[in-house]
């Protein structure tokens, strides 16, 4: 697999850079893989402390951990709700806490997991490697799944039972003709009552498993967010957020960017002013919309979980 060094990227270390795109992957086995030849510049074994430069082609074979578990796992089967499903997907419910696949910090005890018990045949489906002729080794540890939610994101997922399904979806969400909306608490009184958030993302060079803002639309990957405001509150604001993108950790990068981080985020805003009892991020996959291959329109609704709406219980009082 080959991959071209952004600009954002010069003078970053190879495992830093090959982590920032297998996040799931440890950078301890990132750079064991290294060690074993699997990344090479210019057909050139290097070192995990080799520093790019912007346009180097980094050839890199990934391998799955062997700690990292895709056994079928149905105790999630009472925690997961199945909102629809037919011969082609499934569309469910994601609690907040479960992680969508696995990695090497949760190896187990995820979607993917429950998917694999509950559909067994699931396994077989995603992108393929077109110079393996199989299944690359990051779509394997996400068969199914066609777009995910963070671990502490609420809310609506669209699963593919079948291969055929999987690239009409997958090409759906590529072209943005998938409807996402979300309800999300945001810290602070919004400047208007709706807007939108048009600022490229880039991963951060110090913290590989997070991303950040740039202002220049040569860097990174162009993110375009709408909000609106729902609701006002003496310190927050409940917003409906319509994400035209989908890139890693968009929605809560985008606020972030704008000084209204989401409540509870504990990896953008660690330490906000959050709502009396609010346990978690306060953000939620309430909407979901898209086509079937033979061109019937599915839309569906998810309500905010109990434990999000008894955190607007405790907001003391509607502003205007």
């Not at 270390?13 to 920032?20: E, G, K, N, T």
């Not at 393996?132 to 995910?148: D, E, T």
């Not at 898209?290 to 502003?319: D, I, W």
Request: proline share 8%; hydrophobic share 35%; charged share 25%.
């Amino acid at each position: 697999m080959e991959i071209k060094v952004p600009p954002e990227f010069a003078q970053a270390r190879l495992d830093a850079f090959l982590h920032s795109r297998w996040p799931d992957f440890s950078r301890s086995w990132i750079q064991k893989l290294i060690k074993q030849g699997r990344a090479t510049i210019k057909g050139t074994r290097a070192l995990a402390s080799r520093k790019l430069k912007a346009g180097d082609v980094v050839s890199f074979e990934p391998q799955l951990p062997p700690e990292i578990s895709l056994e079928p796992e149905g105790h999630l089967d009472d925690k997961i709700k199945i909102v629809f499903e037919n011969d082609d997907f499934v569309v469910i419910d994601k609690p907040a806490g479960v992680s969508a696949h696995p990695s090497a910090t949760e190896p187990k005890g995820t979607i993917v997991n429950w998917l694999i018990w509950k559909y067994p045949s699931i396994k077989s489906v995603g992108d393929f490697d077109p110079n393996r002729c199989q299944l690359s080794a990051v779509s394997y540890l996400r068969p199914g799944l066609v777009h995910r939610l963070d671990k502490d994101t609420s809310g609506l997922m669209v699963i593919a039972k079948n291969q055929s399904t999987f690239q009409q979806l997958k090409k759906q969400f590529q072209n943005r003709l998938v409807t996402k909306r979300y309800l999300a608490l945001a810290c602070g009184q919004m400047p208007a009552d709706n807007g939108q958030i048009d600022l490229n993302i880039v991963r951060s060079r110090s913290d590989p498993t997070k991303n950040t803002t740039t202002n220049s639309k040569n860097r990174g990957r162009a993110a375009l967010t709408y909000w609106r405001v729902l609701k006002h509150y003496p310190d927050f604001s409940l917003l409906e957020v319509t994400p035209k993108t989908g890139r890693m950790h968009q929605i809560r990068v985008h606020l972030k960017a704008i000084g209204h981080p989401v409540a509870g985020d504990k990896k953008y805003a660690p330490a906000p002013k959050n709502p009396k009892h609010l346990g978690r991020m306060f953000l939620h996959a309430a909407y979901l919309s898209f086509t079937s291959a033979e061109g019937e329109k599915f839309s569906f609704h998810s309500p905010l979980p109990e434990e999000l709406e008894r955190a607007l219980q405790n907001l003391p009082y509607v502003v205007r």
